[in-house]
């Protein structure tokens, strides 16, 4: 079964591209767990991520913190960028998150304007020390706040992002709502965050448990956006549906909004990742590095709702060549160049590892990070073990 629909950009939240959702309807993809003979299958994952160690210096966090106080988390520059984590191993909201896989993209001048500029945000302040047009047009460009600060995506005026509200190493801030409910919501946005966080994974998760079990949230808990991608969303709800932080407000959305609400969280965590879409605009998807091997994974095709409450591991840690397989046609891989202003081809982004392609037409049914296994039902109707 395939479908045709029309997502939003990666980039702008606004901006409308196609976007197409493969449900596949394989009998032995989709048998769930009433399985009787097992076969075990063994790997070696035992890559355990980027973390903050508890006693290290870098940042400055209450033990007690929910992530929705008032008072903003204060984090050295040094280490700006790598997770925080409390005394029993839960990670806490980082606001400072970026994909290592973009950092020689631009200047260390532009990634230190991005984080000036959210935390101006988080504290309701109208300027943000910036030290050049560069970085003030780098971290104000939507494409950029969309993916690595969602709450600032409907919450601020595009009048922010001109070139007359920099000046003398200071980026003006306009607020689209007043000051003080957007503090609310962002304060909400960060509890939410830390949540899932908390819900999904712990510090001491290899990446390759991290990702999966933020994938397997997302298939439980967030569905598809039916009326966004065929357009029918009524003009007085488009700044409430669409875009990164719409979609985890309202646990909805469509490929523009579900892969990067993926890499965000994988972010939080420590696992590298970026958001990247086809040539032709017409879906989105992740790239995620696990361990020193490069994957593909479509959150958007593997939510549950879509796939008869059950979840297709098929779309999970794709190679390539899976990828063009799941596919119709052609495809290219392209990320949003922001000083293009444009999603540009990025060729690196195509080197992936087909390590877990395996994985294909196979359907989840449990995982114990006890004992490193994964189970999954195989096309014939095993019960297969794999351990990880």
Same mark, same amino acid.
């Given at each position: &079964?395939?479908?045709?629909?029309?997502?939003?950009?990666?980039?702008?939240?606004?901006?409308?591209?196609?976007?197409?959702?493969?449900?596949?309807?394989?009998?032995?993809?989709?048998?769930?767990?009433?399985?009787?003979?097992?076969?075990?299958?063994?790997?070696?994952?035992?890559?355990?991520?980027?973390?903050?160690?508890?006693?290290?210096?870098? +940042?400055?966090?209450?033990?007690?913190?929910?992530?929705?106080?008032?008072?903003?988390?204060?984090?050295?520059?040094?280490?700006?960028?790598?997770?925080?984590?409390?005394?029993?191993?839960?990670?806490?909201?980082?606001?400072?998150?970026?994909?290592?896989?973009?950092?020689?993209?631009?200047?260390?001048?532009?990634?230190?304007?991005?984080?000036?500029?959210?935390?101006?945000?988080?504290?309701?302040?109208?300027?943000?020390?910036?030290? +050049?047009?560069?970085?003030?047009?780098?971290?104000?460009?939507?494409?950029? =706040? %969309?993916?690595?600060?969602?709450?600032?995506?409907?919450?601020?005026?595009?009048?922010?992002?001109?070139?007359?509200? /920099?000046?003398?190493?200071?980026?003006?801030?306009?607020? =689209? !709502?007043?000051?003080?409910?957007?503090?609310?919501?962002?304060?909400?946005?960060?509890?939410?965050?830390?949540?899932? *966080?908390?819900?999904?994974?712990?510090?001491? /998760?290899?990446?390759?448990?991290?990702?999966?079990?933020?994938?397997?949230? !997302?298939?439980?808990?967030?569905?598809?956006?039916?009326? &966004?991608?065929?357009?029918?969303?009524? @003009?007085?709800?488009?700044?409430?549906? /669409? $875009?990164?932080?719409?979609?985890?407000?309202?646990?909805?959305?469509?490929?523009?909004?579900?892969?990067?609400?993926?890499?965000?969280?994988?972010?939080?965590?420590?696992?590298?990742?970026?958001?990247?879409?086809?040539?032709?605009?017409?879906?989105?998807?992740?790239?995620?590095?696990?361990?020193?091997?490069?994957? /593909?994974?479509?959150?958007? =095709?593997?939510?549950? +709702?879509?796939?008869?409450?059950?979840?297709?591991?098929?779309?999970?840690?794709?190679?390539?060549?899976?990828?063009?397989? +799941? &596919?119709? %046609?052609?495809?290219?891989?392209?990320?949003?160049?922001?000083?293009? $202003?444009?999603?540009?081809?990025?060729?690196?982004?195509?080197?992936?590892?087909?390590?877990?392609?395996?994985?294909?037409?196979?359907?989840?049914?449990?995982?114990?990070?006890?004992?490193?296994? *994964? #189970?999954?039902? @195989?096309? #014939?109707?095993?019960?297969?073990?794999?351990?990880?």
């Amino acid at each position: &079964m395939k479908k045709r629909i029309i997502c939003a950009t990666l980039a702008l939240t606004l901006a409308m591209t196609g976007c197409s959702l493969t449900g596949k309807t394989d009998s032995g993809s989709n048998t769930g767990a009433s399985i009787d003979s097992t076969t075990e299958v063994t790997g070696d994952d035992s890559q355990t991520g980027s973390t903050v160690d508890d006693g290290s210096t870098s +940042s400055t966090v209450d033990d007690s913190s929910t992530g929705s106080s008032e008072d903003v988390t204060e984090v050295s520059t040094q280490h700006k960028g790598e997770p925080i984590i409390d005394s029993e191993g839960n990670y806490l909201f980082n606001p400072y998150v970026g994909a290592g896989l973009l950092k020689d993209e631009y200047p260390q001048e532009c990634w230190d304007a991005l984080y000036n500029f959210i935390d101006a945000l988080r504290e309701g302040k109208d300027t943000f020390e910036c030290p +050049s047009q560069e970085a003030f047009d780098f971290c104000t460009n939507p494409a950029i =706040w %969309g993916e690595y600060f969602p709450v600032a995506s409907l919450l601020i005026t595009m009048d922010s992002c001109n070139e007359f509200n /920099y000046q003398d190493g200071k980026g003006g801030i306009g607020y =689209w !709502i007043p000051k003080e409910e957007f503090l609310e919501k962002e304060k909400a946005f960060e509890a939410d965050i830390e949540s899932i *966080l908390k819900e999904c994974v712990k510090s001491d /998760y290899s990446d390759f448990e991290k990702a999966f079990y933020l994938y397997d949230y !997302i298939s439980k808990n967030f569905t598809y956006g039916h009326d &966004m991608a065929d357009g029918s969303v009524p @003009d007085d709800e488009t700044f409430e549906r /669409y $875009g990164t932080y719409n979609c985890f407000v309202n646990r909805n959305g469509i490929c523009s909004g579900l892969a990067p609400s993926y890499v965000y969280l994988l972010l939080q965590c420590g696992v590298d990742a970026i958001v990247v879409q086809s040539s032709d605009g017409a879906h989105a998807w992740a790239y995620v590095k696990i361990g020193n091997e490069y994957y /593909y994974s479509d959150p958007t =095709w593997g939510l549950r +709702s879509e796939n008869g409450d059950s979840l297709p591991l098929d779309y999970f840690l794709m190679s390539s060549e899976k990828r063009h397989e +799941s &596919m119709s %046609g052609d495809y290219g891989v392209y990320i949003f160049d922001v000083n293009a $202003g444009e999603f540009a081809s990025r060729n690196p982004f195509t080197e992936t590892s087909d390590k877990f392609d395996f994985l294909r037409d196979t359907t989840f049914v449990s995982i114990d990070s006890d004992k490193d296994i *994964l #189970t999954y039902t @195989d096309k #014939t109707g095993n019960n297969v073990e794999y351990k990880y």
